[in-house]
Structures are given as C-alpha cells and as structure tokens.
C-alpha cells in the first residue's frame, strides 16, 4: 500500500499456527470488532485485507464486504480461505491512497496495519472518508510506538532489517490528528497486547490483556481507534442523526513514557506479528 512489504501469505499463516500468533491475533480482532460494533447488513470495505482475516470476520457477522489489498498473492490466499470459511467477500487489487470506489459506497471501512507501511497517509485517510456514507465508521488498527514490541523491532530496523525500517509506529495523538485531518471525527480508541512478545508471559497474561484493554491503551501493543463521518445535522441536540448504532466511548489518554507499570505497543496484520 505504498512501500513493499515483502510479507507472503505463508507468513501469516505460520504467525497464525503459533501459540503466541494466535492468541495475540485473537486479542487485536477483539479490540478491532468491539469498536466496530454490530456488522449484520452494512456494506463494509477492508483496506489492505492481507489474507483475509478481517473481511472473512466481517462477512461472518452478516455484512457484506469487500477486501482490498495490492498483493495477487495476498487476494489469492484470501480468496482460498473464504471458500474454506463458506463465506463470500469481494476481492478487489487496489491501493489505500486511491481506492476505485463510488463516494458513500460503504457503511464501514476498517484498515489493521495499513497506514504504518503507506507513504501517504493523509491521503489514504481522505479516501476512506470518501468511500464512506456519511454517518459511516472508520476502525483503524496499527503498531503502537511505546512497547517492548516496538523497541525489538525498531532495533531490527537499525541493524539492518528493511521491512522494520520502514515501519511507522503510531501514538495515539497521532491517529486522532490524521483521522481527523480527513474530516473524519475522533471517536474512540482501545489498546490490545499488553505482554512483552513471550509465549508463555502472554498465556498467563491474556485475562489482564482484556481487562485493561477497556481502560487505557497506555501500554498497549496494538493501538485501535474508531472514527465517525459526520452526518447532515451532526451536532444539532447532541445526537448524531444517521450514524451507526452511535456509540460513544471513553477515551483513556495515553502517555509518551513506559512508567505505567505494564509494557508493551505494538500490533496489527504484520502488527504483532513476529515475521
């Protein structure tokens, strides 16, 4: 979606087969599906869908979806893995930063680990905001800047490793900024992955991972947030005319430093993924 990742489907699937793949990848789609809400009949387009994981998710739940990705590779796997699923989700090749859609063609728009290999970001923002009715939402997942995760990764970066080279690793104020910089309004943020990158401190952790990830995404290696397209007569008495199942949450701030007693940052589709 703008720089070569270089990530095969065979990467995926064997992050999947880990013990520590899975259950990290179980918490991100949480964290994902619970800004998302109630799927049943909306129309919902997946950025950067990788294999599938998401759109096959969203089609699950009784929406109809379409997958957008660059990689043929990554649409073939995808498409193999919805036929397994029973489920069926539009395949389309694209990029973020020109999605060939109608204006309001979509209800939804979710992009995990996305934004953080794309050059132009803001313009990947813009599209989807244009590709969405008004009223529609937008649930963005990406690497979290301050965690272990983070830390191991960008070390890999400066030895040497491109793929981490070129990752953006995001804060909070940062998706709020560039979220709202495509005329789209901040709504809601969740953390997910509170454990370092370690097996087994992951298997003893994961009850606390889901209990802080309604709290705070100080922390947190996989950083999600929700953003609203305003409707006609936004604002008037406070509600917010056509948006979906309009629910307002809490958002916990989050701090620059790692003085919160549990560690960690990271997440998504290539997010905690250990390649």
């Given at each position: 979606?703008g ?5 095969r489907?065979?990467s995926?699937a064997?992050?999947?087969a ?42 699950q ?18 498409r193999?893995r919805?036929n ?43 599209e ?29 970066g ?10 953006h690793?995001w ?21 997910a992955?509170?454990?370092p990158?370690?097996r087994?401190?992951?298997k ?6 889901r ?12 950083l ?11 604002g ?13 949450y ?26």
């Amino acid at each position: 979606m703008g720089r070569e990742t270089a990530i095969r489907p065979e990467s995926y699937a064997r992050w999947r087969a880990s013990g520590l793949g899975a259950r990290t990848e179980s918490l991100e789609q949480e964290a994902v599906f619970a800004l998302a809400g109630d799927l049943a009949g909306l129309r919902v387009l997946d950025v950067g869908c990788g294999d599938g994981t998401y759109s096959i998710h969203a089609a699950q739940g009784g929406a109809t979806v379409t997958g957008l990705d660059r990689s043929p590779a990554m649409l073939d796997a995808a498409r193999r893995r919805a036929n397994g699923a029973g489920v069926t989700v539009a395949w389309r090749e694209g990029r973020a930063e020109a999605l060939g859609f109608e204006p309001a063609s979509f209800d939804m728009v979710i992009a995990v680990t996305v934004l953080c290999w794309v050059t132009d970001r803001a313009a990947a923002v813009q599209e989807m905001a244009r590709v969405l009715r008004p009223g529609g939402i937008v649930v963005i997942g990406e690497l979290g800047r301050y965690s272990l995760w983070a830390l191991a990764r960008r070390m890999r970066g400066w030895r040497g490793e491109k793929f981490w080279r070129q990752a953006h690793f995001w804060t909070t104020d940062e998706l709020r900024c560039l979220v709202e910089s495509g005329g789209l309004e901040f709504n809601a943020v969740r953390g997910a992955v509170y454990y370092p990158p370690s097996r087994i401190v992951a298997k003893w952790l994961t009850p606390l991972d889901r209990l802080l990830s309604g709290i705070s995404p100080v922390g947190a290696a996989f950083l999600c947030v929700r953003a609203d397209k305003p409707s006609p007569g936004y604002g008037q008495g406070g509600a917010m005319r056509g948006g979906l199942r309009g629910l307002r949450y809490k958002v916990a701030p989050e701090s620059a430093s790692l003085n919160s007693g549990l560690l960690i940052n990271n997440g998504g589709r290539p997010g905690t993924r250990d390649w």
